[in-house]
Structures are given as structure tokens and as C-alpha cells.
């Protein structure tokens, strides 16, 4: 690619100007030198941060379809993983699947020094995690079957519904969250969980907040399996649920008061590149942590409550 470049930087100079043709050989220098950093930098890379290529492995993703479920499909997808997006609204998971099957990424290992085009995959399963044990076994099966196995789980399905006085909770309201976003990421869990001991495998489980008792629990009663479980609390990112809060007109002049980083920044990178590294053997002594990840929004303590 610098060779082109500096082609057409010569062409655009008149061969017989001995002044010009210093200036080419100075800009083709310049442009040798960025190229060349450019590839040590892609080198340091892969050395520093090899959770960039995650080839060959296969995530079960909960709450595909929207939000951060879907940017982690996304985001995995081009880092080589196989994709399977599970969530209830299967159009929405159809078209995602649609979108990676059409990819083609360009990988390659730390070992090689060519990368190589490869094709990604992914495969939708229709679950609802409030549902019962044997229907998530049922769906956990399929999603296993998709690919043969799978080495990463982000249980990420969940709702919050608008904060609330608990005086006004309804106790049919209190279950179903509970059923969807405790009981459902558990069930989710164990049944990938005997799949994994059974394969003898190893694994990574990634649980998106609200369920860090769980977490600890599992870590410590899977970790002579080899499978990691951690946790990640996540800010405040624009998604279905926060929608409602974050168009709120004071909510940008709050964020930029209180908010020590001043940006609540992005789903990706800001909680991308941690499943990454929770996937890949980077994160191989880490488990029964949680990392938060919400430029240091916890640390000024603001509460959301039903009033605002
Ligand atoms: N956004 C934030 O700032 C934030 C902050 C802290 C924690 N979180 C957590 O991050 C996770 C993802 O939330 P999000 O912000 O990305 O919200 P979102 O855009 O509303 O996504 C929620 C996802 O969960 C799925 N889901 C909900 N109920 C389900 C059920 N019963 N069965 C299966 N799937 C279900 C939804 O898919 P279907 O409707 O198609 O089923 C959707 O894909 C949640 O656990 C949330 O608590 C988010």
C-alpha cells in the first residue's frame, strides 16, 4: 500500500524538477515511516490487547435483539466469534444474523503473520427467560447444538421498566422482574453451566449486572470446572430501557455536572472491549469479579428515583 501511495505522490511531480523530486522523496519517507508505525502499532496490538481476535469462539448471547445485547452480537461477530443471539422478538434477532451472516471479516491468530478473510456466523434461538426450567433447558440445547458447543455466555436479557416508588409496585410486577432478570439469567446459566462441565471445556460466563450474588456463587462452585464467571455493572447507556431517562431535558447538564469522566460514552467500546477480554484466555485467572464500567457515575452517588 505505501508503494501505490508514493506512485502517485511521484506521478503527481514533474520528472525533470530536481527540487520536486526531493520534496517526493521526502513526502514517500514521511509516508513509509506513518505506514510503518502503523503496522508496529497493529503489532503491539495483538501483543498488549489479544482479545482482538477471538476466532473460532462460540458466545450465547441473552437480549440479542436490542441495546447492548445486540452491539455485543456485533461487535463479537467481527472479532471472529460464531454468534448465537437469543431474545423474544425473533425478527429482530432474524435480521441481526442476517447482518453478521453477511460479513466477512479479515482475522488473524498472533501466530500467523498474514490475515486471512473469514466468514461469520451466527444463529438466532427464541427464548423468553421467564419462562420454565424446561423450556430454557430445551432452547440452551438448541442454542449448544447450533455450532457443536459454546465457550462464552453473556447473560445479558433483562428489563427495568421506569423506577419506581415501591409503595406503587404491583406484586405481579415484582415477580416478573425477578423472574426475568434473577431467576431467567440463572436458569440461563445452569443449563449452559452442564453443558460446559460435560464437555470439560472450560468457559466464560458474563453476567450484565444486577445478579452479583449469583455471581460470586457461581464462581466459586465452577472454577474446578474451568469456567470463569464475572460480572459487568454497566452505567447509564442509550438503549429501550434508558430512553425515557436520557431524553430527559436536565439529563446532559447532570451529566457533564456529576459524571467524573463528564461522557457517559458508548456501548462500544466501553463494554465490548471488556466481554472481550472476559472471553478470551487473557482473563484466564480472573472470575467471580465485577467490573464497572459508567465513568465513575457510581462514585457521585446520584440516585434515580420515581420522582424525577
Ligand atoms: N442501558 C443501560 O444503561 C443499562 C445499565 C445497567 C444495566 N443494564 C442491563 O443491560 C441489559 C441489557 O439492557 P439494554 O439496556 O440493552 O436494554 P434493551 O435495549 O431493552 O435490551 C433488553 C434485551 O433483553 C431482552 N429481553 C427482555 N426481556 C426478556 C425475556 N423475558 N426473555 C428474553 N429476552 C428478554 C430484550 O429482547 P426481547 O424484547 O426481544 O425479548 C432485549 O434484547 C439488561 O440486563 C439491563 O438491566 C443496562
Redesign the pocket.
Known amino acids: 500500500m505505501a508503494c501505490a501511495v508514493f506512485m502517485n505522490i511521484l506521478f503527481l511531480f514533474k520528472p525533470d524538477c530536481s527540487t520536486d523530486q526531493h520534496k517526493a522523496a521526502q513526502i514517500c519517507s514521511l509516508i513509509r515511516h506513518l505506514f510503518l508505525r502503523s503496522e508496529m502499532a497493529s503489532q503491539v496490538e495483538q501483543v498488549l490487547e489479544p482479545w482482538h481476535d477471538l476466532t473460532g469462539k462460540v458466545v450465547f448471547v ?9 452491539e455485543f452480537c456485533l461487535d463479537l461477530a467481527k472479532s471472529g466469534c460464531k454468534i448465537i443471539a ?4 425473533m425478527d ?1 434477532l432474524k435480521s441481526l444474523c442476517d447482518e453478521i451472516n453477511g460479513m466477512t471479516i479479515s482475522t488473524g491468530s498472533e501466530s500467523k503473520s498474514k490475515s486471512e478473510a473469514v466468514p461469520v456466523r451466527a444463529f438466532a434461538v427464541q ?4 419462562a420454565d426450567e424446561v423450556t430454557i433447558k430445551a432452547a440452551v440445547q438448541k442454542a449448544w447444538e447450533a455450532f457443536g458447543h459454546i465457550d462464552a455466555l453473556i447473560n ?5 421498566g421506569q423506577p419506581r416508588n415501591p409503595m406503587d409496585f404491583e406484586e405481579g410486577d415484582w415477580n416478573y422482574i425477578f423472574r ?2 434473577l431467576t ?1 439469567s440463572w436458569l440461563v446459566a445452569k443449563h449452559v453451566c452442564i453443558n460446559m462441565r460435560k464437555a470439560k471445556q472450560g468457559g466464560s460466563v458474563i453476567n ?3 445478579i452479583a450474588g449469583t455471581n460470586r456463587v457461581m464462581a466459586m462452585e465452577l472454577g474446578i470446572n474451568n469456567i470463569r464467571v464475572n460480572c459487568i ?5 442509550r ?4 430512553q425515557g431517562l436520557v431524553d430527559k431535558d436536565w439529563f446532559n447538564n447532570v451529566t457533564l455536572r456529576t459524571v467524573p469522566l463528564k461522557t457517559l460514552g458508548t456501548i462500544n467500546p466501553a463494554l465490548t472491549s471488556l466481554a472481550r477480554y472476559l472471553i478470551h484466555d487473557s482473563s484466564v485467572y480472573v472470575t467471580g469479579s465485577c467490573f464497572i464500567a459508567d465513568a465513575g457515575t457510581s462514585l457521585a452517588t446520584i440516585p434515580i428515583f420515581s420522582s424525577l
Open positions: 441473552t437480549g440479542a435483539s436490542s441495546g447492548i445485547g445486540k437469543c431474545a423474544r422478538r429482530l427464548l423468553d427467560v421467564s445479558n436479557a433483562g428489563i427495568s426475568t432478570n431467567g450484565i449486572s444486577s455493572n454497566p452505567g447509564i447507556f438503549t429501550e430501557i434508558t
